[in-house]
């Protein structure tokens, strides 16, 4: 869907382009419901969750979610203005960047022999692209401000990554969500 819409709004084809956007009050629920479930359902199949990488994951999946929805809604709170709407839209794919990209570097560029990121250095790909625009749009001094929210919220999840595993009560609520995950 986000792809067919980029393709429409820049084949001018507006009107279409808003009747098919009308899917997206549906589908990012559902995305947002979708991969919630996931998150739980995947930190329930570690033997032991609460390992440093388990909950790290876990904060990953669900940040990754929460951070979707924010975009997602900013980009309709702003669909008047073509600029924010559409960056804030590119925005919501960055935030799934990071599993197609750890899974085609661990998969496919690894095995073959060819320098591969790790899925640590992964997880910084996204924020480098945002920090990437945030600078192309400076130099060309148009800056707007959803690429400064995506860096934000993902400098944000990063910190988290390390902070979190060291904190109980995120112990315990990852304990909880492995009981009902399953």
């Known amino acids: 869907l986000l792809i067919n819409q980029a393709w429409l709004a820049r084949s001018k084809k507006l009107d279409l382009h808003r009747k098919t956007g009308k899917l997206s009050y549906v589908i990012a629920p559902l995305v947002v419901i979708s991969g919630a479930m996931v998150s739980f359902h995947n930190i329930a199949q570690f033997e032991n969750p609460l390992t440093p990488p388990a909950l790290s994951i876990f904060h990953l999946g669900l940040f ?102 060291h904190l109980t009560a995120w112990q315990r609520f990852t304990a909880w969500a492995a009981s009902v995950g399953g």
């Open 64 to 165: 990754s979610v929460f951070a979707y929805a924010v975009l997602y809604v900013l980009a309709m709170v702003h669909r008047k203005s073509v600029h924010y709407h559409a960056r804030y839209m590119i925005a919501t794919a960055l935030v799934f960047l990071v599993p197609g990209l750890s899974r085609t570097m661990g998969q496919y560029v690894a095995p073959s022999g060819f320098p591969a990121l790790d899925f640590y250095q992964c997880l910084y790909v996204p924020l480098a692209i945002s920090l990437a625009l945030v600078a192309w749009e400076w130099r060309t001094g148009r800056v707007r401000s959803p690429f400064i929210v995506f860096s934000v919220l993902w400098a944000a999840m990063l910190v988290l990554w390390h902070v979190l595993p």
